[in-house]
């Protein structure tokens, strides 16, 4: 039964005209000088008609261990930072050194280790000795000054001496500073490791 928008099929009979008979459905190309998608029409969701949805993102995989050893290079650094600026401001606390020094090796941690549960509670730990050594280290400039010998000196001699003076320097607020340095180091390296 043939509908009334379609003709019927007939077997193929030799063209006259030479020119090939028509296709019920011809397929669409593009003329070269026509562009696939003209002014307001926008291309098919998947690509080509028939095509299927693009492959998903890689799951970004990281490498923990080379994670641990740039997050302990980075609270070396931030406690280098954190020390000189302890020494320039005489002594005077500052809570974004903390929660900077904690950033800085949760960034390292996150981005080199990727989603790693285990990432973020090396991070708090290394964020409170990022800020231990920082404080460590500013004592140990101002002592450098006072003695006139190497900071090297005060910590390889008068280590001792040095970890005494921070004890004597210790308050309750430093408290605070430890748990910022660990909070910064565990919401940073959880944040950028999803």
Do not use: C
Not at 78 to 97: N, P, V
Request: aromatic share 10%; proline share 14%; hydrophobic share 40%.
């Amino acid at each position: 039964m043939s509908q009334p928008w379609q003709q019927p099929q007939q077997p193929p009979q030799h063209n006259p005209y030479g020119q090939p008979p028509p296709q019920p459905y011809p397929p669409h190309q593009p003329q070269p000088h026509q562009q696939p998608y003209g002014y307001g029409q926008q291309p098919p969701p998947y690509g080509a008609p028939g095509g299927f949805p693009p492959p998903p993102a890689p799951v970004r995989r990281g490498n923990p261990a080379l994670a641990v050893v740039l997050g302990i290079v980075a609270m070396l650094v931030g406690a280098g930072i954190y020390g000189g600026i302890l020494k320039a401001s005489d002594g005077a606390q500052i809570g974004y050194l903390a929660i900077g020094t904690g950033a800085l090796i949760g960034a390292a941690l996150g981005k080199v280790g990727g989603r790693n549960a285990a990432l973020p509670v090396v991070g708090v730990l290394l964020g409170v000795l990022g800020v231990y050594l920082g404080q460590i280290f500013g004592i140990a400039l101002e002592l450098s000054d006072i003695a006139n010998i190497p900071v090297s000196q005060v910590f390889t001699e008068h280590f001792d001496a040095l970890n005494k003076a921070w004890k004597e320097y210790l308050e309750p607020i430093d408290a605070v500073f430890f748990i910022l340095g660990a909070v910064g180091a565990f919401q940073t390296a959880r944040k950028l490791g999803s």
